[in-house]
C-alpha cells in the first residue's frame, strides 16, 4: 500500500522548489519529470542537499556559489583577466562568516577568493591544504606590484584590512 500522496507534475515541481531545487524554466522541468518519474529524480538530488546542509546552506544558494565559480573556472582556462573583472549575482557570505562582510565589494575577485575559502573548509578530505593555500594566496597578493595611477587591491575588491586574518576566519 503506497503511504503518499498523489502529487501532479506541477506540484511535484513546487515540492522540489520547497526543499531548494532552482528551476530557471518550469515547464521543461515539468515535462522532464513527467517522463523519468518523480521518485527516480529525487535520488539524483539527495547528494546535492546533502552536501548543501554539509554547508549549512540551502541548495539554491549552494547551486549560485557552484555556478559562479564555474564561470570563474573557465575564464582562468581561457587565459581571461580576472583581477579587474566585474561579476554579478553573488549572493552574501554572511552566513558563514563573522566578519563584517558589508565592506566588501560581492561584484569583485576578492568575494570570490573568500567563497573559495569558505568552501575548502568544509570538504570532507585532508586532501587539500587550506591554510597554505590561503598564505600563498595572500602572500601572492601583498607581491602584486601597484599599476600606475591605479589600485589594484581597490579594484580587485580587497578592503584595507582584507589581507588581515580576520577576513580568513
Known amino acids: ?7 501532479d507534475v506541477e506540484k511535484q515541481v513546487e515540492l522540489l522548489q ?12 515539468q515535462n522532464i519529470l513527467s517522463s523519468i518519474n ?19 546552506i540551502k541548495g539554491n544558494i549552494l547551486e549560485s556559489y557552484i555556478h559562479h565559480i ?19 549575482g553573488l549572493r552574501p557570505l554572511n552566513h558563514w562568516h563573522q566578519t563584517d562582510l558589508t565592506k566588501a565589494d560581492t561584484r569583485r575577485l576578492f568575494y570570490t577568493l573568500l567563497l573559495v575559502y569558505r568552501l575548502t573548509q568544509h570538504l570532507p578530505c585532508a586532501c ?8 600563498n594566496l595572500i602572500k601572492r597578493l601583498q607581491d602584486f606590484q601597484a599599476l600606475p595611477n591605479c ?3 581597490y579594484i580587485m575588491g580587497i578592503p584595507p584590512n582584507g589581507l588581515s ?5
Open 70 to 88: 564555474s564561470v570563474v573556472r573557465n575564464m582562468c582556462a581561457h587565459h581571461t583577466r580576472l583581477w579587474d573583472r566585474t561579476f554579478y
Open 151 to 153: 589600485s589594484p587591491f
Open 38 to 56: 518523480y521518485y527516480r529524480f529525487t535520488g539524483y538530488d539527495k547528494p546535492f542537499i546533502a552536501i548543501a546542509q554539509r554547508y549549512k
Open 1 to 7: 500500500m503506497y503511504t503518499k500522496p498523489y502529487l
Open 128 to 135: 587539500f591544504d587550506r591554510l597554505a593555500w590561503k598564505d
Open 165 to 169: 586574518t580576520e577576513w580568513w576566519v
Open 18 to 29: 520547497t526543499r531548494g531545487l532552482v528551476f530557471g524554466d518550469k515547464k521543461l522541468a
